[in-house]
């Protein structure tokens, strides 16, 4: 049992419903709250528009530090360009560096699990990343479409599921809520 309690897990939030980056976010709040330091890479989100967790982590300092490495605005999934494959690709290196440097005790790759889905990065990289992580970092990944191979070699996954959401009622993102 204590040899578990130490060890880093590999996490997964995906689905169709809110909350993936949301639960990321609050276990990386309950880690600083110990001391811990917490690494995000935003694999699809992009500046320069400062959400509040941009602004949470600002305040929190050197223990959480999120770098938001997508493009400005909206991916197009549907047909990704090639500067979408580029900054995806950036931030791929940079989980690798913090990976092999072991800079965080949770590195959380937000939206990676979309990236790879589409094709923006190599999911055999992805699959390299997960195993060659070290053994006291906690690995957290994000996003929908969670390949199976992910799911695969994951130690927790939890599948967000949509019933109701006020979006399909015409609201938009609010401030605090989904920005």
């Given amino acids: 049992m204590a040899e578990t309690a130490s060890r880093g897990m590999i996490q997964v939030y995906t689905g169709e419903g809110k909350g993936k980056t949301t639960a990321a976010l609050g276990l990386g709040m309950r880690a600083v709250g110990h001391g811990r330091k917490v690494y995000m890479i935003q694999f699809l989100k992009g500046g320069p528009i400062e959400t509040g967790e941009i602004h949470s982590a600002k305040k929190l300092g050197p223990l959480f530090k999120i770098r938001p490495m997508g493009r400005a605005g909206f991916t197009n999934l549907a047909n990704p360009g090639f500067k979408d494959r580029e900054l995806a690709q950036k931030a791929l290196d940079k989980a690798w560096q913090i990976v092999r440097y072991n800079i965080c ?73 989904e920005k």
């Fill in 105 to 177: 005790d949770i590195l959380i790759l937000d939206e990676i699990n979309i990236a790879a889905a589409y094709g923006l990065i190599p999911l055999e990289e992805v699959l390299k990343l997960m195993a060659a992580k070290p053994d006291g970092m906690e690995l957290i990944m994000t996003g929908r479409y969670a390949p199976p191979e992910i799911i695969e070699k994951a130690d927790l996954v939890t599948e967000m599921r949509m019933i109701k959401h006020y979006y399909n009622k015409g609201v938009p993102g609010r401030i605090s809520a």
